[in-house]
């Protein structure tokens, strides 16, 4: 039994809304948490007044209220991935007056965590708190490539992929089966950046670069974004070795001095 059962019942709520796709009453609470529904009743109306709850009356049904949404947001500015990437961010976002963001693997997609904007660089789809499919970005495709192949594997599975022919999307219909996947994941492991041209927004190009932890496994992303043919080839390579110089210095702000990758594959 916890030690604090209010607590640990206000925390459950919390748990239980933020993983529903709906609001959700104040019965199915009290029965999927196993709450008693007059203890349910009061740990919500509190919420709902601390605003971390809202309450939809109509629907008699409770959701995720502003506290909740502000906590998240202050999570995502405050974490140390996106502390020790600000400044390279902004840096990489003025130089090719574009924008410049950090990303996190989850699963098969990419959850952005930070974005910057050079001046009059327009608003893209990639803001923080946006879900993209990881093998459509040039920052997916930068951390996929460091994880091991049985990972690589499962993960694919786990989310529809096969590993023998892949379907349903332009970078899965471009690189054909799971072997052109591999060598193209090779190529971004050799070179130590990815591209992506016009696949996530017309008339934008991305290049991204692996955050490595001390094991060698992929922490995060740092990409830049700009205009397509705004760079030519040599100011192009500049950007890329600042790229990469940048998420290396990040890796070890955050890990120390970053070890070999373990996880690259022959």
């Known amino acids: 039994m916890p030690q604090v059962p209010a607590a640990a019942h206000t925390l459950a709520i919390l748990n239980l809304l933020i993983h529903s796709e709906q609001p959700v009453s104040a019965t199915r609470i009290s029965a999927e948490l196993a709450i008693p529904r007059s203890t349910t009743y009061h740990l919500l109306k509190e919420m709902v007044r601390a605003g971390f709850v809202m309450?939809?009356?109509?629907?008699?049904?409770y959701g995720l209220g502003v506290a909740a949404y502000a906590m998240a947001q202050a999570y995502s500015t405050q974490q140390p991935l996106v502390r020790a990437s600000a400044v390279h961010a902004q840096r990489l976002a003025e130089r090719v007056a574009g924008s410049a963001h950090v990303s996190k693997l989850s699963g098969m997609d990419v959850s952005y965590v930070l974005e910057e904007r050079a001046a009059h660089a327009p608003s893209?789809?990639?803001?923080?708190?946006?879900?993209?499919?990881?093998?459509?970005?040039?920052?997916?495709?930068a951390m996929l490539a460091y994880l091991p192949q049985a990972e690589l594997h499962g993960r694919l599975h786990a989310h529809g992929y096969s590993t023998h022919e892949h379907h349903g999307h332009r970078a899965q219909e471009e690189h054909g089966d799971y072997h052109a996947l591999d060598t193209l994941l090779a190529t971004i492991r050799k070179r130590g950046y990815a591209e992506e041209y016009e696949e996530i927004t017309p008339g934008q190009q991305s290049i991204a670069a692996a955050i490595l932890d001390h094991t060698g496994r992929p922490a995060g992303a740092l990409t830049v974004t700009f205009p397509t043919h705004t760079l030519d080839d040599a100011h192009t390579t500049?950007?890329?070795?600042?790229l990469m110089r940048r998420a290396k210095q990040i890796s070890t702000r955050m890990f120390g001095t970053a070890n070999a990758p373990k996880s690259s594959r022959p």
């Open 55 to 61: 309450h939809l009356e109509n629907e008699s049904r």
């Open 238 to 242: 500049v950007i890329c070795a600042d």
């Open 124 to 141: 893209l789809i990639t803001d923080v708190g946006v879900r993209l499919d990881a093998l459509r970005t040039a920052s997916g495709r």
